[in-house]
């Protein structure tokens, strides 16, 4: 945990260092860093559940007799045999992981979406490069926290095998996994988790960003308005979901291995012995988690900025 405080503050420093290089203001990076964070925490909170449940279904492999539970039969088997608090196991770490993954990807989106002339031209594919480069680096900095939250809420080998959980706690759990493998164990799954938060941004922040100009400077919508935060967020949540989904399931899966597995052995083993539609398992309750909250991190995102600034920051 000292770890991750510290790289939260190294963070911050790094953010302030490269506000002075540009002759930006400190005091937007830091309010963006900052409200960003904030908004993805209390999005967190309410669909962690969610998460809990697509982690289950997509970390069971084939073998398992859980396999082909779908999104309701999977949380339904959680809350009889594990009841309402299994739901957030691992929600600690999941809360770490989102201040900065979170923070730092929309404290970076904005200068990079600019300095490649997206702002003027609103070329999609710029803004797609923005949030792709922006969403691997923050995922990057909250790799460690990502695999203790998928491992917590996994917790695989007992949960299937009827034996006892392996973690007792979020200390224990990042003790565990540096125990068994190192500091290199904190970043295991790195090249599909970037993938997947690349993905996952790179559509989502690029199509709020886009969705919103369309609303605003097509329909006449409000720029601060609920209303076209709403729509727009929805709009990306939907496509974040679809594009996400492939890269989740095998990060899930890389991550939750005790041994090392490469990310391109666990893609070959999954389609070889489930199918390729095995890529879109938990594709409903991805959809379900993510969609809401995107909508609540961009929404309450805006409306902190809206709050702490005096207006919108995207």
Known sequence: LQFLY????????VIINMAKSKNMG???????FLCSSSAAC???IFTFPIDTTRVRMQAACKQHKDHKLGMFATASGVLKDQGVRAFYSGIPPAMIRQFVQCGVNLAAYLPIRNA???????SFLKKGLAGAISGAFGQFCAIPADIVKIRMQADNKALLEGGKKRYQGT????????QENGIRGL?????????RSAAIHSSGLASYDSFKYILVAHMGLSTESSVTHFLASSASGFLASAVGCPFDVIKTRVMNQSTTVSPYQ???TTIKTEGPRALFKGFVPTLARLGPWQVMWLSFYERFC??????SKF
């Open 6 to 13: 510290f790289i939260v503050h190294l963070l911050h420093t």
């Open 26 to 32: 400190t005091g937007d990076l830091s309010a963006r």
């Open 42 to 44: 209390i999005a967190e």
């Open 116 to 122: 490649l002339g997206a702002d003027k031209d609103h």
């Open 171 to 178: 200390v224990h759990a990042f003790t565990s996994v540096y």
């Open 187 to 195: 970043w295991r799954g790195a090249t599909p988790s970037c993938g």
């Open 266 to 268: 666990m893609t070959m």
């Open 306 to 311: 809206i709050m702490y600034t005096g207006n």
